[in-house]
């Protein structure tokens, strides 16, 4: 983001409130990485303990170590035909912390996660029950139920943690929009314009 519209200090102070006992694993089509509209990175620099994957890359197989533990329940964000809605009595069921994986890309390279990596083959699907559509502007979605990876976490956490943590992160989701929506509309803080990018060296 432009240093005008900068997040940081909203995204520690978000950070500061985060006091969760999920982990997040985001799992990032390679593609992702370097696009500006991904809303993953965001999560992982506001959840403490989470963390981002890179898979798909042909030159390096992905490496799931470390992302499943015997003393956590994983489950795979994704609305597959046997997901589970989250739900509080589903929550309260499963008797301990929860180890959150969330497949980030295009709907087509995330449907493609649970039978590419083996690692998922025995972990439990859940999904988010119907709610109000995404307020993500920056990125057009396919799914009018469609949700950016940063709201879908921010959603599952209300049930894994509570609404109050999914309206903080909500909160700071719908800054970044703001501001990345005031940016391309040329509109800056207290009338500011940003200067001129570093001009050419003039040729000899």
Aim: with cysteine.
């Amino acid at each position: 983001m432009r240093q005008e519209l900068c997040l940081c200090a909203e995204i520690a102070q978000c950070r500061a409130l985060m006091q969760i006992r999920t982990r997040v694993v985001v799992l990032m089509h390679h593609r992702e990485r370097f696009l500006t509209t991904n809303t993953a990175r965001l999560a992982a620099l506001t959840l403490p303990g989470s963390e981002i994957r890179i898979r798909g890359l042909q030159s390096k197989p992905f490496d799931p170590s470390g992302i499943l533990e015997d003393t956590r329940q994983p489950l795979l964000l994704y609305p597959s035909e046997e997901a589970v809605p989250l739900s509080p009595e589903y929550v309260r069921g499963l008797g301990r912390d929860v180890t959150l994986i969330v497949p980030d890309g295009s709907w087509r390279q995330a449907s493609k996660v649970a039978k590419r990596e083996p690692f998922l083959k025995d972990v439990p699907h859940v999904t988010l029950p119907e709610d109000k559509i995404s307020s993500y502007q920056l990125r057009r979605e396919p799914k009018e139920s469609g949700l950016a990876t940063f709201e879908a976490i921010a959603r599952a956490l209300g049930f894994l943690e509570s609404p109050g943590i999914r309206a903080s992160l909500e909160g700071l989701f719908n800054l970044m929009v703001n501001r990345t929506m005031d940016s391309r509309r040329g509109i800056f803080p207290t009338g500011q314009i940003p200067g001129p990018r570093n001009p050419l060296p003039e040729s000899k």
